[in-house]
C-alpha cells in the first residue's frame, strides 16, 4: 500500500509498505479519508523528540474514517466485520491501570507502552496516512450510512472539541466566550449550541471569524477589539461564565482568564510553546477554575450524534481535498492557513 512516511523531522516520504495485518483485538480499515490536525505539523517538525514520534519511522494522521477490510478473531466475536463503515480516534488506554479503570483512558498510566496494549495512533504508533490502518476496536466508532467519509474524518476534533465544552461544566443559558476561530474554535461553537449555550462569543480574525459568525456565535476581532472589554460589554460587566481557550498564546490565554467571570472555568485544549504566567491572586480570591484537557475520552459516540444535527456547519469545515501523493502541497496549504483553508482532506484511495 501506499503512505506518507516521516522518516526524521522534516523528512516526509511517500512510499509504498506492506498492508498491516490485524491482531485479535484489531481491524484493517480501507482508510476513505484523512484529516490534517493542528499537531501534525508539531509532529512532522520534531517539536516532541523522543515523545511523538518514540522513535522513526512513523505514518502520522490519525483524524481518519473508512471501512473495516479484515477482522481479527476476538473483534469478530464482538460484532466487527467486513464492511463497517467507522471512524477512529488516536487514543487506546491499556485497560487496566486506575486511570483507564476510570475510564480516563487517555491519561492511562501506561502511556506509550504498546507492550502493555497502550497505543497513540499517528503519535508514536502508526497512523492513519495510508491506504490501509490498523486499528484495536477500542478506538473506532461506526459511522450512519449517510454521514459522508469526509465528515466522518473529523469526528476525533469535533470529540475533542465535546469533551473540552463538556468539562466547562456549561448549564443552559451560559455566556461562552471561544478564544481562537480554528477548526477546534469553530466545532466547540457546535458543541456549546447542543449543550444549550446563551450568548456565544467568538475571538478571532478574518475568513475564520467570518465562520464563526455563520455558526451562530458573536464575533470579536481581537486585531481591532479588546477581547475582555468586549466580553465584559456583552455580558454586562460580568465576563463569560465559561471560556472554551483554543487560542494557544500567551496573550490569548491570559485573555482567556482575564474574560471570565466570577466563580467561572476556563477550559483549555491548546498547548503553548512554553509555560505561561497566570494571576494566580484572581484565580483563588475569585475562585475561577483553570480545566486541562486531554483528547476526547469516551465522546466519540456523542460527537457522532452531535454532527448529525449540524450537517451544513459540518460540511462547511471542509474546504479542500487531495490525493495523499500530494500531501506535501496539503501540508503547505493547511500549515500555512493558505486558501482560506480549515479542514484539509487526504484520499488516499485516489
Known sequence: MHAVRLNAPEQLEYCSIPVPVPGDMEVVCRVESVAICGTDPHIIHGEFPNFWPKAFPLIPGHEWAGVVETVGESAAALGWKKGDRVCG???VGCGHCAMCMQGRYTLCDNYG???FGHRQYGH?????YAEYMRSNVKAIARIPEDMDFNVASCMDPLSIALHMVMRSRIQPGDDVLINGSGGQGLMAILCARSLGAGKIMVSGSGFRLEVAQQFGAIPINYRDEDVVA??????????AKRVIECAGTAVGIRQAI???AKGGVVSMVSLPGGDIPVPIRRIVLEEIELVGNRANPNTLEKAISLAAQYPAEMQRLIT???PLSEYVKAFDIFNGRKDNSLKVIMKPQL
Open 124 to 128: 508514536y504508533s502508526q497512523g492513519a
Open 320 to 322: 479542500h481535498e487531495f
Open 258 to 260: 482575564d474574560s471570565v
Open 113 to 115: 507502552h504498546e507492550e
Open 89 to 91: 480516534i488516536s487514543h
Open 230 to 239: 468586549k466580553v465584559k460589554e456583552l455580558t454586562g460587566g460580568k465576563g
